[in-house]
């Protein structure tokens, strides 16, 4: 186990770059990641298979009680690819590193992830990536529940628009056909559904530093968030 010293958490809504920032923080300081988002897509995929629909507006009560067993009993494992020295998903031995970033998977993720039997069930096994020398950990409520101790806590936020514009770019670099509007109407409704949650909803920790990257490229914002770790944990030095 590393000490609450050892861990930054970056949270933020989804296309504010918050995994770019979180593999670069890793590489500079060689310690450990915790993609908690990549756990609550993973439950929603491993739903799907079992049957539930996670594409309707509200879950019933015995979905919300099939998906925490799930949750309880999820086999998921992490591994670096050594290739591209980013951490893998894997449900049940299959590797879910490409079908879990859709952005349905990203809606099934939120659906999932607003039932807090579900948060509670996913607690310890987010708690047990704090392991030596120390961790940066990318998800929602990494700074505000997971880790509420962690002395470094960044906050990574940009506009809606902006997200929207990136991913429609990401996705036509892939090849892959993208509708700008429809993805701006799914980033809102994800913003909207994490942000009023009652359990762990997306706010930034009180004691968090916030950068909008809606003007920023990433080595602009990871210079910003290194000049502040530098300034407020002296200690954490890079390998
Ligand atoms: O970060 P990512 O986009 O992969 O997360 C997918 C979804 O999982 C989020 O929209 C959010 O609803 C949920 N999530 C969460 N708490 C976290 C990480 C992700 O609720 N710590």
């Not at 930034?204 to 916030?210: S, T, V």
């Amino acid at each position: 186990m590393c000490n609450t010293t050892n861990i930054i958490t970056v949270d933020g809504p989804s296309g504010a770059g918050k995994g770019t920032l979180t593999q670069l923080l890793a590489e500079y300081f060689d310690w450990n990641i915790l993609d908690s988002g990549a756990l609550y897509r993973i439950l929603g995929v491993a739903s799907q298979l079992e049957g539930i629909d996670l594409t309707v507006d509200e879950l019933s009560n015995e979905s919300g009680e099939k998906i925490t067993l799930t949750a309880r009993s999820l086999d998921v494992d992490f591994k670096v690819n050594q290739q591209s020295k980013q951490v893998e998903p894997f449900l049940n031995g299959e590797n879910l590193a490409k079908s879990i970033r859709t952005d349905d998977a990203g809606q099934a993720a939120s659906k999932v992830a607003a039932i807090p039997a579900v948060r509670d069930a996913l607690l310890a096994r987010q708690k047990d990536f704090a392991i030596a020398p120390g961790l940066i950990a990318d998800g929602r409520d990494m700074g505000t529940v997971v880790f509420k101790h962690a002395v470094i806590k960044i906050f990574l936020t940009a506009s809606a628009e902006c997200r929207a514009k990136r991913r429609y770019e990401q996705l036509i670099k892939q090849g892959v056909g993208a509708n700008m509007r429809a993805l701006l109407l799914s980033i809102q409704a994800r913003d909207k559904r994490d942000q009023m949650r009652p359990v762990a909803p997306l706010v930034p920790a009180a004691d968090a530093f916030i950068v909008d990257s809606s003007e920023l490229n990433i080595e602009q914002v990871f210079e910003q968030v290194l000049e502040y770790i530098r300034e407020k944990a002296p200690n954490f030095t890079s390998k």
